[in-house]
C-alpha cells in the first residue's frame, strides 16, 4: 500500500484500501479519511490535497508499469529487457526530497525576471564534454518579449470561436494528421477528423496523399475508420468510387447522371508533408512549405534523434470535457507541479527554474536541468548541478545503447539531455530528445467544450531488428481514467492529474467574471506564444491593457 508525505507540508498520505486514504498531520495524532476524489468520510483533519489523494489512493497500475516514463521500457512492451536492469525506476526505490514551502522570490537577469534557483543554460553547455557537438539550436535562446498576457475567456467555449478555427486553423494550417507507420504499404490509409472535417491520408504508389474523406454524390464519409490495403474507395451507399490518387474510378448507372462526371472527377485535395515520419496535412492549396512552417530551429533541434526511426509503442485517445486549448495549456508549462503534481517533487524539484524559449510555432522547454527546489528552498550548487547534469547524460546514453545497439559514446550532454516538453503549433507536442511521449490535442467534433487528447509513445528499436507493428490504438472515453492504459506506465496517473482540473477549468473559465484570464511573463511565455499565433491566424487583436 502506498504511503508517503505530503512534499510541501509532511502531512501523510496513506492508501488504507477500497480507495480510502487516511491524512495524518505531521506531529500529531490527528487524521482525517477520504475518498480518492476528494470527498471527507471521518475524523477530525476534514481537508486534504485532492491530487494527493488521487496519486496515492487512486486507480493503480501493475509493478512492471510503475516506472518513470522519460525514457523507461517496459516488460509488457517488448520483454526484451528485463525491469531489473533499470533499478531505481520505481517511484518507492527513489530517493525522496521532502522541505516546506517558501516563496520562490525570483531574481532579475539580463534575460528578464526568473526563478531564484535559476540555473544560466550556457553554463551547462560551456562544461559539456563533447563541445563540438552541442547543436546550435540548442545554444539558441527564445524569449517572448512582453509581461503577462490577457485573454478573454469567450475563445475556450463560444460556438463562434470554434467556427474561426475550423475556418482559419484546421482549413489552413499545417497538422499532424499520422505517423508514417500507421500506413507503411500502398493502400493503407488513415482517416483523420479535425472538428467536422475529415481526411483519407493514404499512402499511393507516388507516395503518401489526401483527399477529403466525402462521396462526392451524397456526401457519405468514404470510410468510416483506418484501413489496410485498399485498392480504391468505394462509398458504401451507391457504390460511386476513386481510385487511391483520389481520380475518379466509376459512376454506378452513369447513364442517370448525365453532366456530372466532370464534377466528380477528383476527390478535393489536401497539402501533405512528411518530417521525422509525422505525417502533416494542410487543405489550403496555397499553403508554404512545411520546413517553413517549423522553422530551422525546430528541424536543427530533432535532428539527430532520428524520429523517423520511432515505432508507435502506445496509442491512446481520450475524451475530455474541456476546450481542446484548455487541456493543452495543461501541458505547455512546468508551474503547474507544485500543486498539480505534489508526489512528483518528492523525487524531483519544483520545476519553477524550468527553461523555456519560443521560436515562431515552435515552443520549447526544460532541456536544460532545472536543479533543486526553488518553492523549498533548496538549492544546489552549480558544480553539483553540473554532475547530476552529467550522471543524466551518462544514464541516458546507457539505457538507449542497451536498448538500440546504437553507439552514443561521441553524443555531448546536451543531445543526451535533449528531453525538452515542446510543442508545435497548433496542437501537437513532440517531447524532444529521448523522450517517448507525443501529445495532440483535437476538438470533438463541434463541441467548444469537448476534445480529443491523444497519446502517442514513440519507441526506438534494436537496431538489428525489424520495425515492430505500430500499437493498436485504444480509445478512452470521458469517465475512463488514463490509468486504463497501462501502456503509459506512471505518465497515466500524472496525466489522470493534469487532466482532473481541466474540467473544472472548463466551469471556471465561462463562471468568471470579469470575463478574462492572464498568462505569465516567462513560465506561461509557451502559452502566450500560442495565443500570439492564434490572434494572428483568426485575425485577432490582442487585448492586454497597455503598462
Ligand atoms: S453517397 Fe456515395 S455513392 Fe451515393
Ligand atoms: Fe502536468
Redesign the pocket.
Known sequence: MRREPHPLTGTMYEDIGDGRIKVQKEGSNAYGIFSYTGEWIEGEVTQADPMMLLYIGGPDLPRDHEVTWMVAPSKAFDGTIPMEAFPGTHMDEMKRIVGKYQPDTGMETAEGWRSNGNADPSFFLDNDRVPERVPDAYRQRGALPGGPKRISTDRYWKKEFHDLEVEHIWKKTWQMACREDEIPNVGDYYVYDIAHLSYLVVRTEDGVMAHQNV?L????LLKDCSGKGEKEFR?P????AWKLDGSLKEITCEWDFPGVREHAKQLPAAKVAVWEGFVFINPDPDAGPLEDFLGPVMMEHYHRYGFEHRYIQANVSKLIHANWKVVMEAFMEAYHVIATHPHQMLTSGDLSNTHYDVFGNWGRSAQYPSPGSPQRGIFVSREEALAQYRAAADGTRGLIQALTGEDLSEWSDAELNGNAFNDLFPNLHPWGGWMRICFRFRPHGDDPEASIMDILLLAPWAKDKPRPAPAKPRKLGFDEPWTMAPELLSLSKITDQDVFNVPSVQRGLKAKNPPYVWYSAYQEMKIRNFHQNYEKALGLADETPEG
Do not use: D, I, L, T
Open positions: 462521396c454524390h451524397r456526401g457519405r462509398c451507399f451507391h457504390g460511386w
